[in-house]
């Protein structure tokens, strides 16, 4: 049990659409939400938490991840990219 306390920045996921409510197709996965912000009770990873973003909007999901970090990526550089089209 990992209870993670008021004020803490963290990130959230909701489900916001199910497979059966998405584009037809086998396997699709759900469609979730993450959004991080600044909880707003003490919470406990996994359960359901509160949280308000910077830019003070509350939303609700399941308690992710404290303090996250910003993992995304543009992907493997295409080997032409670097050289700006010369040849």
Not at 11 to 31: H, K, W
Request: glycine share 14%; hydrophobic share 40%; aromatic share 6%.
């Amino acid at each position: 049990m990992c209870i993670v306390a008021k004020g803490t920045w963290v990130e959230v996921e909701r489900v916001v659409a199910r497979p059966g409510e998405r584009i037809p197709g086998p396997g699709r996965p759900p469609q979730v939400m993450r959004v991080s912000g600044f909880l707003l009770e003490d919470a406990e990873l996994g359960q359901l938490a509160r949280v308000r973003t910077i830019v003070g909007l509350e939303h609700a999901g399941r308690l992710r991840i404290e303090n996250p970090g910003y993992g995304h990526s543009f992907g493997n550089t295409f080997p032409a990219l670097p050289r700006g089209g010369a040849a």
